[in-house]
């Protein structure tokens, strides 16, 4: 069974760089077509997709974030990570990390359990 | 840019009534690229349906999805306890896209 894990600081001050990592168990990170994604939810919203990967190291990133965005992996820690960089109080919410099965039916059919993350100073 | 419309945003049923929940997109979607969720407080969201249709593993017989072109339907036939939540619809496309969700709560 695979588990998805986030974690990273809960609390980031406005204009500094939010740092997560998803480390995924039960199996490897490299096995199989799979795209690794990172998706948010602020507080009594919905859910945003911000961008995923794939093991070649590949990425596609949610337009409107693009340029704040940075999603890498780290296949020997079975790791993947996201950095958002000059975060505002907007970029409070819930972080998911999840796993993206890109089949001619696609579907995100894992996720982690989520993080919270605050931007205050 | 495609835009997902949910509706309607909340639902007040009684357990064992029928859910009928929409999912209309801003321009036509392919089926296969249909997916519902369900997410209940605290937690992440769970996938129900994916192709529009189908269900996914361990998905109650009681959860059906249907639809096509711009308009889909997520369809609970009689609602159990654990059925109150909030559901999503996603698409999949050069940005996956979630819907604003529809929640569904006990009269």
């Known amino acids: 069974q695979v588990q998805l894990q986030e974690s990273g600081p809960g609390l980031v001050k406005p204009s500094q760089t939010l740092s997560l990592t998803c480390t995924v168990s039960?199996?490897?990170?490299?096995?199989?077509?799979?795209?690794w994604s990172w998706i948010r939810q602020p507080a009594g919203k919905g859910l945003e997709w911000i961008g995923r990967i794939y093991t070649s190291g590949s990425t596609n990133y949610n337009p409107s974030l693009k340029s704040r965005v940075t999603i890498s992996v780290d296949t020997s820690k079975n790791q993947f990570s996201l950095k958002l960089s000059s975060v505002t109080a907007a970029d409070t919410a819930v972080y998911y990390c999840?796993?993206?099965?890109?089949?001619?039916?696609?579907?995100?059919?894992?996720w982690g359990q989520g993080t919270l993350v605050t931007v205050s100073s | 840019e495609i835009v997902l419309t949910q509706s309607p945003g909340t639902l007040s049923l009684s357990p064992g009534e029928r859910a009928t929940l929409s999912c209309r997109a801003s321009q036509s979607v392919s089926s296969s690229y249909l997916a519902w969720y369900q997410q209940k407080p605290g937690q992440a969201p769970r996938l129900l349906i994916y192709?529009?249709?189908s269900r996914a593993t361990g998905i109650p017989d009681r959860f059906s999805g249907s639809g096509s072109g711009t308009d889909f339907t997520l369809t609970i036939s009689r609602l159990e306890p654990e059925d109150f939540a909030v559901y999503y619809c996603?698409?999949?496309?050069?940005?996956?896209?979630f819907g604003g969700g529809t929640k569904v709560e006990i009269k």
């Open positions: 999840a796993r993206f099965k890109p089949a001619y039916s696609p579907y995100f059919d894992y």
């Open positions: 192709g529009a249709s």
């Open positions: 039960g199996g490897s990170i490299s096995s199989g077509s799979y795209y």
């Open positions: 996603q698409q999949y496309g050069s940005s996956p896209l």
